[in-house]
Structures are given as structure tokens and as C-alpha cells.
């Protein structure tokens, strides 16, 4: 049997998305998502999980998603470890590594005070679509 690394969460994002560029040029995407859990009658319990997006998806993303926005996300689990050099200690994350993300609904409404100045308010929350091809694209005739 083969092994399987796949986790999907739904959940409200706890931050806005930090874009970071790696020391080798790689951009990334860095996001909190806090994802409820109903436990019983009058039990409720929220996770937390750090997501990041990998290269020009994270980029694109990065102008569609805002903090309190309820998202799905599809990817894998990574674990890392690392020597704190401080103190000492070793540390350890598990992070997402998201390769699917859907925008349910536009962004929580924000007042324009929230708005650093000189930052553009944001136009709809639509990811970019695919332009359909040409309707006579399919109507050429094939020279063979």
C-alpha cells in the first residue's frame, strides 16, 4: 500500500497573507487558518495551521485573499526541524503546503480606516479567469 499526504481544510484566514521571496528567488506565500471543530453540544474547538503557497500561485493569490476570509484549501502536510540558535533547542512545524485554494465568497468588508495609506482599496475578489478561445477557432479548415 502506498503512502498518502493529502489534507483538506476549510476555515477562516487569521491574518493577511505575507509574500516572501526565498534566498534562492522562490516567491512564497504565508498564511494562518483557523479552522473550527464542533465537539458536541455546546463543545467547540479551533485549530490552527500555517499554509503557505508556492511560486507564481502564491503571488497571484496573495491579491485575493484577506484576513477573516473563509477559504478551502487542498494540499500536503510538511514537517520541518531546525536548531533555535538562541536557545539551542531544536524546534519543529508541520505546515501546509497548499496546491489548491478556493475562495468561498468575496473578503470580509473592511473599513477604509483598516487601509494603510497610499494602499489601493480592493476591486472584487474574483481569481482571474481563462478567456475563452475564439468561437471560430474550431471552424478552420485543417490543411491535410
Not at 93 to 119: F, L, N, W
Request: with cysteine.
Amino acid at each position: 500500500m502506498s503512502n498518502i499526504n493529502r489534507v483538506e481544510l476549510s476555515g477562516n484566514l487569521t491574518r493577511e497573507p505575507e509574500l516572501a521571496i526565498t534566498k534562492g528567488g522562490k516567491p512564497l506565500l504565508k498564511f494562518g487558518l483557523a479552522v473550527g471543530e464542533h465537539r458536541g453540544k455546546d463543545n467547540e474547538y479551533t485549530n490552527f495551521f500555517d499554509c503557505v503557497i508556492w511560486g507564481q500561485y502564491g503571488e497571484t493569490m496573495r491579491q485575493y485573499l484577506h484576513k477573516g476570509q473563509k477559504v478551502m484549501v487542498a494540499g500536503s502536510l510538511h514537517f520541518s526541524s531546525w536548531s533555535d540558535p538562541k536557545s539551542g533547542y531544536t524546534r519543529s512545524k508541520v505546515e501546509v503546503y497548499v496546491r489548491e485554494i478556493d475562495t468561498m465568497g468575496p473578503p470580509p468588508a473592511r473599513d477604509a480606516t483598516e487601509y494603510a495609506s497610499g494602499e489601493q482599496l480592493p476591486t472584487a475578489a474574483v481569481p482571474p479567469q481563462v478567456p475563452a478561445p475564439p468561437e471560430d477557432v474550431y471552424d478552420e479548415d485543417i490543411p491535410f
